[in-house]
Every structure is written in C-alpha cells, then in structure tokens.
C-alpha cells in the first residue's frame, strides 16, 4: 500500500475523535495493512490509554532560542524588530530574551551585524514510540506549562513512514496546532456530535479545511441523541456523513475501562471496516 494519510480532527473536544482514531488503526491491523497511529494532540494525549503499546523508543525534543553575548552586543535593536513574537526586548542598551515565546526561526541571529546571538536548544517535550498489537505507535508528550506545541507536532510527524496507513489523532479546534497536524493529510475525518455546539464548531472546522483544500468527511457520535441540524447542514453543503455512530452506553462503559470499542463490542469491527473501506479504497 502507497502512503496514504488521514487525519481525524473535530472543532471542539470531546467529541469523540479518539475513539474513530485508535479503532480505524485496530482494525487496519487486523486486516492485515501496515498502520501507524501518531496522537498528535500533544497537550493531551491519551490514544495510548486504550491501545496500550509498548513503548520502545523516546526522544526529547528542542527548539533553538536565542542566547547574547552581551559584550558583542551594540544594542541596535535590529533583533528586536525582526521577532515578530516578542520573544526579544530592548531596554535602553539591555536586550532581554524570553524563550518561552520564540518560535525558533532564527531571524533575530540572521539580522545581528556584530555575531552577537547565538541558538541553544531548549527542551518542549518528548517523542514515544513502540508497538500495539500490530500497530506502529507515536505520540508527543508536551512539557507541563510549554505554550507551544507546534514543534512537537512537527516532531511527531516526520515519524510518519513512507508506506502504509498512518492515523493522525489531531488536536480539538481550528487553531494552528490543529493546522500543523491535519496539513498534507489525503483525507481528513471530522468528528462531531449533534448539539448545537457541535455544529457550530463543525462549521469552523469546515471553513478551515477548505482554506486548506483537504478531502474530508463528517462522522457524527452520539447520532441519535440530538437533533437534524448537523444532518441538515452537512446536506446543504454537500458533504459526505460517513458514518452515525449510536449513543450506545455500551462503548462509554468500554471507554471508561480504557478498552476499545471493537474490542468490547465485535459488532463494531464491521462499522469501522466499512468506514475505512470508504476511505482508503481498499478491499478489506
């Protein structure tokens, strides 16, 4: 199988993203595909808790901030202007750094006339990979109180092999973790649920991914516990629901014990199939 990407993304949290994500990679696995799973919801991975891998390798991860030499230092302030970010002040003759908000594009040390910065790597969290029951496993673990978590994305995407299906568990949102991650997928999954939250981050959602031009469909959890405005909306903008998946208590009780739900329920083994069917175009 060719590298094939999909990224499974939803406007808001707790919609059930998770839950599509790690069954779609089980049931890849047992149908005999090369598939990986990379929880790129940095801030709160928890794919891990309900495909349990074995974790075999982990790598920190850094991003380079500036450091001045204060005594090459002539205060013209041309670092400052370039950082787009604050992450460098100018006090008088003082230039004073904040490494917590660079984004690690080396401008200010591009622009300095005198070679007065220099980079030095600063540590915003952890890469892990290892083995689940046939599925390649990746997930970042970002570093309690890092604000960005972009870099770690980025890390944990170029972990994505040359061949094969690879799941990517996005971050909730529309923001730009959500954009590092979904960007480059073949196809996209957007999780919602029928509520009128759930459609109005639906809708943002889907203006971001056709900002993007990316492939994508709906699948709505808990389908038969609101109303027909997600259904209504998704049909007057011609877009595809994938799959209704019931508001079934069995599948909470499953998640509550960390298991998977086509673990739980054999039933559901068949809903997931169809569905990756739908996507991939493979005969499964």
């Known amino acids: 199988m060719d590298r094939t990407i999909i990224a499974v993304a939803s406007g808001k949290g707790g919609t059930g993203k998770t839950t599509v994500a790690t069954n779609l990679a089980r049931v890849a696995s047992i149908q005999g595909l090369e598939v990986s799973y990379l929880d790129c919801d940095v801030e709160e991975p928890n794919g891990h808790i309900f495909l349990k891998p ?19 230092c002539t205060a013209c302030g041309k670092c400052k202007e370039i950082c787009q970010y604050s992450a460098i002040a100018l006090l008088g003759k ?10 690690d594009c080396g401008g200010c040390m591009l622009v300095c006339p005198t070679g007065a910065i220099t980079e030095t790597g600063r540590e915003v969290g952890v ?25 770690l994305i980025r890390a944990v995407r ?21 954009i590092q991650s979904v960007r ?38 808990r389908a038969d516990m609101g109303d027909e405005a997600v259904f209504n909306y998704c049909d007057s903008e011609s877009i595809d629901v994938l799959l209704r998946i019931p ?14 739900a086509t673990q739980a329920l054999p039933e559901y083994n068949e809903v997931f199939e169809s569905l990756l069917k739908g996507i991939v175009g493979v005969q499964l």
């Open 127 to 151: 890469v892990e990979e290892g083995i689940a029951d046939g599925v390649r496993f990746v997930h970042g673990k970002l570093r309690i109180g890092e604000a960005m978590s972009p870099p």
């Open 184 to 221: 480059g997928a073949d196809y996209v999954l957007l999780i919602t649920e029928p509520t009128p939250f759930g459609l109005n981050d639906l809708k943002l959602a889907v203006e971001m991914l056709r900002v993007l031009k990316l492939p994508f469909g709906v699948v709505v959890n």
């Open 158 to 178: 170029k972990r994505i092999p040359d061949s094969g299906l690879s799941i990517i568990d996005a971050p909730p949102g529309t923001s730009c973790p959500v």
């Open 247 to 260: 508001d079934d208590r069995r599948i909470a009780e499953a998640y509550s014990r960390g298991q998977l």
């Open 94 to 103: 003082t230039i004073l750094t904040f490494p917590n908000l660079c984004h």
């Open 54 to 72: 074995r974790i075999e390798n982990s790598a920190p991860i850094c991003v380079s901030v500036p450091v001045v030499d204060e005594g090459k």
